[in-house]
């Protein structure tokens, strides 16, 4: 029965620290809960549409970083409001066009369940697709990083993988990292959270301008 | 790809993922075993546990009756 009701859109996001939003959906791969990745990191990433030019370069970019995610324990699931039909058809053309085979499973949200649930859809730029999302999710299903993308750009593969580096770098080593970082490069030593503290930084024998601003090598 | 079709074929990874269940295993085991990711791993355990094809104790898995008899059948 047409009720006349429209369905009421959620334009909420998650929050960056706090369990990511539990789902389960229908994939290329059957049926996945965001449970099944514990244990492992998670790169959840939408796109706007199948068939479409810049999500058929970003789909090859992400198969050719599988390898490189996968050393780093990282696992990649993709979203976009079409159905697992049309998810298979593409996969499929991108294989024959492209000479990609895409290793990771996709997300079919035709009722847009996980999209609402992520943010993924910004009704400035379309009400009916998803944005350019990427989601870090740690193998304690911990919501760890966010990016958004517009329509109109593709991602940047190497700052996905920067930024799982940096991740993995600030849980290891319990440090952080500053503008422009990449593996190799000297990190930040979190500052001092007290004035006696703030006195030893200065004698701590680290690459330090002040007591707040200390680096160190790994 | 689920692991079981609608007319009750087992794919390929599920046959695999049947077979490291031949003795009892925990996923993480199934997963080092047949080189499958663990998340597709869970998955797949889900609908052959659902199936009936093998059962489920303190997270150790082991073949029923019914799911050796189905991957003698489709071998």
Redesign the interface.
Same mark, same amino acid.
Do not use: A, L, P
């Given at each position: 029965m047409d009720t006349g009701a429209q369905e009421k859109p959620n334009y909420g996001m998650p929050r960056l620290g706090l369990p990511a939003p539990a789902f389960e959906a229908e994939t290329?791969? !059957?049926?996945?809960?965001l449970?099944?990745?514990k !244990?492992?990191w998670l790169i959840l990433f939408s796109h706007p549409a199948d068939f479409t030019p810049v999500c058929t370069t970003e789909f090859v970019a992400f198969a050719e970083i599988a390898p490189e995610l996968k050393k780093r324990n990282v696992?990649l699931l993709g979203l976009s409001i079409d159905s697992t039909f049309s998810h298979i058809a593409w996969v499929r053309n991108i294989e024959q066009n492209f000479g990609v085979k895409i290793p990771f499973p996709i997300i079919a949200d035709l009722n847009k369940q996980v999209a609402n649930l992520y943010g993924m859809i910004m009704p400035g730029e379309s009400k009916t697709e998803t944005s350019r999302c990427v989601f870090v999710i740690d193998p304690n299903s911990i919501l760890r990083a966010m990016i958004y993308y517009p329509l109109t750009t593709g991602r940047n593969m190497q700052e996905i993988l920067r930024l799982i580096d940096a991740l993995q770098t600030t849980d290891k080593h319990g440090v952080a990292t500053p503008a422009n970082w990449r593996p190799g490069d000297k990190v930040i030593v979190p500052p001092p959270k007290t004035t006696e503290a703030a006195e030893e930084r200065m004698k701590a024998g680290y690459e330090t301008k002040d007591w707040y601003f200390s680096k160190k090598a790994l | 790809m689920p692991c079981i079709d609608a007319s009750g074929q087992v794919s390929e990874s599920g046959k695999k993922i049947l077979a490291a269940m031949a003795n009892p295993v925990t996923l993480e085991e199934v997963a080092q075993q047949t080189g499958l990711p663990l998340y597709q791993v869970r998955s797949a355990a889900r609908e052959i546990l659902q199936a009936k094809l093998v059962e489920e104790k303190n997270g150790v898995y082991t073949v029923t009756a019914a799911g050796r008899s189905l991957l003698e059948a489709q071998s």
């Open positions: 290329t791969h !059957g049926t996945i809960r449970e099944d990745f !244990g492992s696992q | -």
